[in-house]
């Protein structure tokens, strides 16, 4: 287990190595000269230069990029170029904001599409199955600002049961937090319940015809515990690595579920960043993005490797 | 040309043929599959003629802003005064010029990368797959927004973006599906006919993967419509005053929060919506006949 382990490691800071590249190349896309960008059509000749020469975008790209990527492993994200101060101070409270709401989508979004996939799995082919399967699917294909747009008129206008603002003032407690924030982490979990429902069904119906399942059955076993001890256990080990997988869309989706809420996490961070061409803030941003999403897989490889004793027991052989 | 190299080609061509007929006849058979068409080619009728057979001119604002829905307009108007009906039935152009055109784009591209790592493997294999998936770490949106951002926005940087972006999912599909293939009796057989690698990818191996490839590309159409309507949505779409449904409601959403002009919304994200389900049915049609 160690070993697959410390190999899932190497592969995620391999994956790091070439997303920072990417992530660098596709900044320096960003036209313009940043020192001109900064200080405007105004400024003198000399105090563009002098500004590029300060920031250190006049040097040769390698030597940007590598004394970019070692003051990011220590921490260092660099001073954005558009607000003058420290990546990092205005990336922490984004960032924070961010994953708050995606772990309130996350809460509502497993057990309910695990529930969803299970249950068309257990009445397959039949109404039921392609309701959910079919429903999943629409959600799923749906932009999350057009689902976020009718959450807002149906239960935000019409119904007036969720606050259309994502942030709730100032000085409120944990579950006003939460409160404001059901609205968009539906629109997330809208778009995300199809897919994972649709893995679950498919591992559960794996198991379903699997040869233990029915000697388990003939053996005499009420239902519930073969659905228990065999189907599940069997059916729900593969949907992790697949909910894992989805923090990617999760980030992803989070840049146009912020813009509909208005609400300042990392998404709206980058995507000013992007516009306002500050680049040092984009690349940080989406390094850290990456970041994230490379600890998520890992904690699902984790989770995966403790669960699954077919790992388990590697070790002691 | 001999007989002997003639009957070999007669074979799969009969037998594709076959299939052809069946796939159409199991796809008459799919509710789901006739209904998602109907829904689509309604909406590729409405991306030629909607601004025809629109009542109002969807470009042209009038004094009435944003009354709500009547008999002279159906959707009601928005705040420039624009006919919504009007501009829900023009705004289906811009979303279906560029996302089949990007599907399009990645599905080529993908199939090639795809049928050359796939049948290759070796170093070319693992360096294209290691790429491939730093690429997926990045959220898809936040690159398409930079990319987008940095050269300008226009019809056709949004289908290259979005096809180059799409690729390596296309290429992973198509990768997998030659994985299974290469190894049964006829690709070794063709080898040893002394064919060429190109010919074996695209002549022999390419037929058999179609399948997937299909499925692939319905499944991506629906994806890419996603995408573009997310991209116009943030503001990194077609320019106004063209109508497009997801920069219409980025232009209105914060209006509904205010005021109740729940119509300026509403329907062009139905119609989205309507779009994406319809594809999606069209996939899930395809999936279930060729999977049967």
Same mark, same amino acid.
């Given at each position: 287990?160690?070993?697959?382990?410390?190999?899932?490691?190497?592969?995620?800071?391999?994956?790091?190595?070439?997303?920072?590249?990417?992530?660098?190349?596709?900044?320096?896309?960003? !036209?313009?000269?940043?020192?001109?960008?900064?200080?405007?059509?105004?400024?003198?000749?000399?105090?563009?230069?002098?500004?590029?020469?300060?920031?250190?975008?006049?040097?040769?790209?390698? *030597?940007?990029?590598?004394?970019?990527?070692?003051?990011?492993?220590?921490?260092?994200?660099?001073?954005?170029?558009?607000?003058?101060?420290?990546?990092?101070?205005?990336?922490?409270?984004?960032?924070?904001?961010?994953?708050?709401?995606?772990?309130?989508?996350?809460?509502?979004?497993?057990?309910?599409?695990?529930?969803? @996939?299970?249950?068309?799995?257990?009445?397959?082919?039949?109404?039921?199955?392609?309701?959910?399967?079919?429903?999943?699917?629409?959600?799923?294909?749906?932009?999350?600002?057009?689902?976020?747009?009718?959450?807002?008129?149906?239960? @935000?206008?019409?119904?007036?049961?969720?606050?259309?603002?994502?942030?709730?003032?100032?000085?409120?407690?944990?579950?006003?937090?939460?409160?404001?924030?059901?609205? !968009?982490?539906?629109?997330?979990?809208?778009?995300?319940?199809?897919?994972?429902?649709?893995?679950?069904?498919?591992?559960?119906?794996?198991?379903?015809?699997?040869?233990?399942?029915?000697?388990?059955?003939?053996?005499?076993? !009420?239902?519930?515990?073969?659905?228990?001890?065999?189907?599940?256990?069997?059916?729900?080990?593969?949907?992790?690595?697949?909910? #894992?997988?989805?923090?990617?869309?999760?980030?992803?989706?989070?840049? *146009?579920?912020?813009?509909?809420?208005?609400?300042?996490?990392?998404?709206?961070?980058?995507?000013?960043?992007?516009?306002?061409?500050?680049?040092?803030?984009?690349?940080?941003?989406?390094?850290?993005?990456?970041?994230?999403?490379?600890?998520?897989?890992?904690?699902?490889?984790?989770?995966? #490797?403790?669960?699954?004793?077919?790992?388990?027991?590697?070790? #002691?052989? | 040309?001999?007989?002997? %190299?003639?009957?070999?080609?007669?074979?799969?061509?009969? +037998?594709?043929?076959?299939?052809?007929?069946?796939?159409?006849?199991?796809?008459?058979?799919?509710?789901?599959?006739?209904?998602?068409?109907?829904?689509?080619?309604?909406?590729? $009728?409405?991306?030629?003629?909607?601004?025809?057979?629109?009542? $109002?001119?969807?470009?042209?604002?009038?004094? %009435?802003?944003?009354?709500?829905?009547?008999?002279?307009?159906?959707?009601?108007?928005?705040?420039?005064?624009?006919?919504?009906?009007?501009?829900?039935?023009? =705004?289906?152009?811009?979303?279906?010029?560029?996302?089949?055109?990007?599907? %399009?784009?990645?599905?080529?591209?993908?199939?090639?990368?795809?049928?050359?790592?796939?049948?290759?493997?070796?170093?070319?294999?693992?360096?294209?797959?290691?790429?491939? &998936?730093?690429?997926?770490?990045?959220?898809?949106?936040?690159?398409?927004?930079?990319?987008?951002?940095?050269?300008?926005?226009?019809?056709?940087?949004?289908?290259?973006?979005?096809?180059?972006?799409?690729?390596?999912?296309?290429?992973?599909?198509?990768?997998?599906? +030659?994985?299974? &293939?290469? /190894?049964? /009796?006829?690709?070794?057989?063709?080898?040893?006919?002394?064919?060429?690698? =190109?010919?074996?990818? $695209?002549? &022999?191996?390419?037929?058999? +993967?179609?399948?997937?490839?299909?499925?692939?590309?319905? +499944?991506?159409?629906?994806?890419?419509? $996603?995408?573009?309507?997310?991209?116009?949505?943030? =503001?990194?779409?077609?320019?106004?005053?063209?109508?497009?449904?997801?920069?219409?409601?980025?232009?209105?959403?914060?209006?509904?929060? =205010?005021?109740?002009?729940?119509?300026?919304?509403?329907?062009?994200?139905?119609?989205?919506?309507?779009?994406?389900?319809?594809?999606?049915?069209?996939?899930?049609?395809?999936?279930?006949?060729?999977?049967?």
């Amino acid at each position: 287990m160690v070993r697959f382990l410390l190999k899932r490691i190497a592969l995620a800071i391999v994956t790091l190595f070439l997303v920072s590249v990417i992530v660098f190349l596709v900044a320096q896309l960003l !036209p313009g000269n940043v020192g001109r960008n900064v200080l405007g059509g105004f400024a003198t000749q000399q105090s563009v230069n002098a500004l590029n020469h300060q920031l250190g975008v006049d040097r040769p790209i390698l *030597v940007q990029y590598s004394s970019w990527i070692s003051h990011f492993v220590q921490g260092n994200l660099g001073k954005s170029l558009e607000y003058q101060v420290s990546v990092s101070s205005l990336l922490g409270p984004s960032l924070l904001n961010s994953l708050e709401l995606a772990a309130v989508a996350f809460v509502l979004v497993v057990p309910l599409s695990l529930l969803g @996939g299970v249950v068309a799995a257990l009445r397959r082919d039949r109404l039921t199955d392609r309701a959910i399967t079919l429903t999943g699917l629409s959600l799923t294909a749906t932009p999350e600002f057009v689902s976020g747009i009718i959450l807002i008129l149906v239960l @935000g206008l019409a119904l007036k049961i969720l606050p259309t603002e994502a942030s709730a003032p100032p000085g409120t407690g944990f579950f006003d937090h939460v409160y404001h924030l059901l609205a !968009p982490a539906l629109a997330l979990t809208m778009v995300l319940f199809g897919y994972i429902a649709r893995m679950a069904r498919a591992g559960t119906i794996e198991a379903l015809d699997a040869d233990y399942t029915r000697t388990a059955v003939l053996k005499g076993l !009420p239902m519930r515990t073969v659905l228990r001890r065999h189907v599940l256990r069997n059916a729900l080990l593969p949907t992790i690595a697949v909910i #894992a997988t989805q923090m990617g869309y999760l980030i992803g989706g989070l840049v *146009v579920v912020e813009k509909l809420f208005n609400y300042n996490g990392i998404g709206q961070r980058i995507l000013t960043a992007a516009t306002n061409k500050d680049f040092t803030m984009l690349e940080s941003s989406v390094l850290v993005i990456a970041v994230v999403y490379l600890v998520a897989m890992l904690v699902a490889d984790i989770l995966y #490797a403790v669960l699954n004793p077919r790992i388990r027991h590697a070790a #002691a052989s | 040309m001999s007989t002997a %190299a003639v009957v070999p080609d007669l074979v799969p061509t009969r +037998v594709r043929a076959q299939g052809r007929g069946e796939l159409l006849r199991g796809l008459r058979r799919s509710k789901t599959f006739i209904v998602g068409s109907v829904i689509f080619w309604w909406w590729v $009728f409405c991306a030629f003629f909607g601004s025809t057979i629109a009542p $109002f001119d969807p470009n042209v604002g009038s004094s %009435a802003t944003l009354a709500s829905p009547s008999w002279t307009h159906l959707f009601g108007t928005d705040q420039l005064g624009y006919d919504v009906f009007s501009r829900v039935l023009a =705004g289906a152009r811009s979303i279906l010029e560029i996302a089949p055109a990007a599907t %399009a784009l990645a599905i080529v591209a993908g199939t090639s990368i795809g049928l050359l790592t796939g049948y290759m493997r070796g170093w070319v294999d693992d360096i294209v797959s290691r790429l491939v &998936e730093a690429l997926l770490t990045i959220p898809l949106i936040v690159l398409a927004v930079t990319i987008v951002v940095a050269l300008g926005h226009s019809t056709v940087t949004l289908i290259i973006v979005v096809g180059i972006l799409f690729t390596p999912l296309v290429a992973r599909t198509v990768r997998a599906a +030659v994985l299974a &293939e290469r /190894d049964l /009796d006829y690709v070794p057989a063709a080898r040893l006919r002394g064919e060429r690698a =190109g010919y074996i990818m $695209f002549a &022999e191996i390419l037929p058999n +993967v179609m399948a997937p490839i299909i499925v692939e590309a319905t +499944v991506r159409l629906g994806y890419a419509v $996603f995408t573009v309507a997310g991209l116009s949505f943030l =503001g990194l779409g077609v320019q106004p005053p063209t109508s497009d449904w997801a920069y219409n409601i980025s232009q209105d959403y914060t209006l509904i929060l =205010g005021g109740n002009y729940w119509w300026t919304v509403l329907f062009p994200a139905l119609a989205i919506a309507s779009l994406v389900v319809a594809i999606n049915m069209i996939a899930d049609g395809f999936t279930q006949v060729l999977e049967s």
